[in-house]
């Protein structure tokens, strides 16, 4: 018997057990991948919002008081 014949012969078990190791390390990668995109994402919300206090003229001490502020609210 050939190793193709014997794929054919138990191809129930062969998916089963490929999905079963296969597809937690896919859950997982796919888990991370979405955590960093929303960090990412975050990061860039906070950056683009100290840029614009800045360029209205808030102080380093207001800027810091409102990213507390909302941060304290988003827990």
Known sequence: MSIEDAIAKDLVAV?????LFGG?????IVATV???WRKLRVAERNAALKQSMVERGYRSD?????LNAASS???
């Open 15 to 19: 998916l089963f057990v490929t999905f």
């Open 24 to 28: 937690g390390a896919l859950w997982l």
């Open 34 to 36: 979405a955590e960093q």
């Open 62 to 66: 207001e800027i810091v008081r409102v």
């Open 73 to 75: 609210d988003g827990q």
